[in-house]
Every structure is written in C-alpha cells, then in structure tokens.
Nanobody, 130 residues
C-alpha cells in the first residue's frame, strides 16, 4: 500500500537546474529500492537514477552522470532528483518508482531498467529549452 507522488517539474532553459521530489506514503518500510525514470514520445522508458534504501548506494545512467544527484530524506519519506546543467535531451515525463519486493537484489537484474519496480507515481513533466 505504498503511494508515490511526484512534483517539481516545469520548464527551464538549457544549463539550468531543477529539483524533483517524490513523497512516499503508506508502508514505506517495505521499500527496497527507489528510482527515477523518464519517458518521451516514440522512445522507450529510460532509467535515470536509482537508490538502495538500505545503504543509500546509487547508480546513474551514463547520460546524467556528474549532473544529476539522487538522494533520500528518510524523515520526510521523500526521494529527490537534483538536476543540474540540464540539456534539451532531458525533456521528458519523469516518474519515481519503488521496488517493494526486493527484486533489485536478484542476480542478473539491471535496476535502471525498471523491470522490478512495482509502485509507480503519476509522473511530472520536465521541459528543457535551448
């Protein structure tokens, strides 16, 4: 019974910054992994960044390394995605998601694929202009 709600999307010029938030409610102690994913028309869903809820280990897509930072505020049950040096290619609908079964720890699983994520938010739009 975990619910995720994203916010913080909007329009920003290339080179600017934006911070997305994802508030989790319900049985949040069941969450093993949290992540951010994005989707654009005509393109497959892309993993952006993921975070291990147990040890806060993170992993990023090559396209955003060095520019995006995923973090968690446990006391607020909130996941953040701080996006800096934004590029037009970053324009997409961004979703946060949670793995509540622990499938991310299975052998052969690529967490950035989102395949083992069970709970998804409704998404927040990000538009980066040139």
């Amino acid at each position: 019974q975990v619910t995720l709600v994203e916010s913080g999307g909007g329009s920003v010029q290339a080179g600017g910054s934006l911070r997305l938030s994802c508030v989790a409610s319900g049985a949040t102690d069941r969450i093993y992994y949290r992540g951010w994913f994005r989707q654009t028309p005509g393109k497959a869903r892309e993993g952006v960044a993921i975070l291990d809820d147990d040890n806060n280990r993170t992993r990023y897509a090559d396209a955003v390394k060095g520019r995006f930072t995923i973090s968690k505020a446990s006391t607020e049950n909130t996941l953040y995605l701080q996006m800096k040096s934004l590029k037009p290619e970053g324009t997409a609908m961004y979703f946060c998601a949670a793995d509540v079964f622990g499938g991310s720890y299975s052998q052969g699983v690529e967490p950035l694929s989102g395949a083992v994520y069970n709970i998804w938010g409704q998404g927040t739009k990000v538009t980066v202009t040139s």
